[in-house]
């Protein structure tokens, strides 16, 4: 059993910067963010796995996010830049095991509570 535990949200104007932090409990190779805005599916933003791949799965954040994760911490990062108000979401961390890091969040396992992010116009 692996927990989850994110931070970071916040509410920033239109192209500020926020920075998601999730805590691991325990190494895990595919860690992966989603985000939920109402009314919306969860959708994969982008996954770092152990070997240090990654993959955006949204064009729109391509150049504007920034994955990270260091393994020795099980800590999993998402810096975002050039915030729009279409990026207001609850963003969750995900994490299974095995080495393909899906986009479908019915593949994750554990999850985090979320955190808010709210971007201003």
């Known amino acids: 059993q692996v927990q989850l535990v994110e931070s970071g949200g916040g509410s920033v104007q239109a192209g500020g910067s926020l920075r998601l932090t999730c805590v691991a409990s325990g190494y895990i190779n595919c860690m992966v963010w989603f985000r939920q805005a109402p009314g919306k599916e969860r959708e994969g933003v982008a996954s770092?796995?152990?070997?240090?791949?990654?993959?955006y799965f949204i064009d729109s954040v391509k150049g504007r996010f920034t994955i990270a994760r260091d393994n020795a911490e099980k800590t999993l990062w998402l810096s975002m830049d050039s915030l729009m108000p279409e990026d207001s979401a609850m963003y969750y961390c995900?994490?299974?095991?095995?080495?393909?890091?899906?986009?479908?969040?019915?593949?994750?396992?554990?999850w985090g509570r979320g955190a808010q992010v709210t971007v201003s116009s």
């Open positions: 770092a796995n152990g070997g240090g791949t990654v993959t």
């Open positions: 995900a994490a299974k095991e095995g080495g393909y890091c899906a986009r479908d969040a019915d593949a994750y396992k554990y």
